[in-house]
């Protein structure tokens, strides 16, 4: 198997926050905890969890925008903290990232063109720049025309078309899409989700793609990695986990995907309870949620291990869903 174009080695990032009174400790939240992740070179790697899971935090420490508390992230074999200027100015040309905000990742002062073509001065990419511009309009399916006109002239699906196709310009081999059509109208999701397939083929990139929808996952991802209270909960081939999820938090999000039923839209039904990060958690970070938690559970986090079965899934579970299934019925 040849070598991860990206990978996150045992990283953690932890936050001190403020204190509660004038004595005490600083209470740190812990964003990520000791994680490690491989992308392997050409594969869509998709990152699910609810909000204050770690995802965005975890991107931006793939993408060398912020630093692990511990833990190293490595690009083609080499570790991108403590780059030096130019060192960094390079990785920048090999990762982009998408946002999952055009309104606010767009400057408003500045016009397409010049929006879309300042990676490319800023990074000293060499070439022509206005054909790239072209091309790259081309390609994210916007009128050439565009280019003279400013991000407020266009709606929410348009400025995220423009949002990718910055990302594009210094010819990157690793885009990182931060949920990338949360903030879009549910008519154009499906649309900007098959334009960045498109464009994984046409440009031959690896993408990691962040998101809080199983669904959305499903649809364009090879592998999937689910997150947890800033830890891995598990990891697999997508169908596969669709199929069969292993850890009961994978099931919690499939079953709380919308679905028709008589013909009515039934809500998800996931419960409104933020991951708990702040502080040292002894045990499972879902075991206050889950249905077949056991006192190990509350006393020793698990580990994420490869399955027995198959070894290119692997879930961080004492119990395993696998086990209840083959054992008719659920422990308590």
Known sequence: MSSPILEARAVTRSFRLPRNGLFGAKPVLHAVREVTIEVAE???????GESGSGKTTLA???????KPTSGAV???????????????????GSMQII?????????????????????LRSLHVPGDHQTRLLELMDAVGLSRTAVERYPHEFSGGQRQRIAIARALAPHPKVLIADEPVSALDVSVRAKTLNLLQDLK??????????????????HVCDRVAVMYAGRMMEVGP??????????????????AIPRLHGGKLVPDDLADTPPQTIGEALGCSFADRCTLVETRCR??????????????????????????????????
């Open 60 to 66: 931006h420490m793939l993408m060398g925008l912020d």
């Open 238 to 255: 997508v169908e596969e986990l669709y199929d069969c999820p292993e850890h009961p938090y994978t099931q919690t999000l499939l079953d």
């Open 201 to 218: 083929e046409q440009f031959d990139l690896t993408v990691v793609m962040i998101s809080h929808d199983l669904s959305v996952m499903h």
């Open 42 to 48: 050409g594969e869509t790697l998709g990152i699910v």
């Open 299 to 332: 006393e020793q986090a698990p580990s994420l291990t490869p399955l027995e079965s198959n070894p290119s899934r692997a879930a961080a579970c004492h119990v395993g869903l696998a086990a209840t299934r083959s054992s008719g019925g659920n422990k308590t």
């Open 74 to 92: 490595h690009f083609r074999g080499n570790p991108i903290g403590g780059l030096s200027k130019s060192g960094l100015r390079e990785l920048r």
């Open 99 to 119: 946002f999952q905000d055009p309104n606010a990742s767009l400057d408003p002062r500045l016009k397409v063109g010049a929006i879309i073509t300042e990676p």
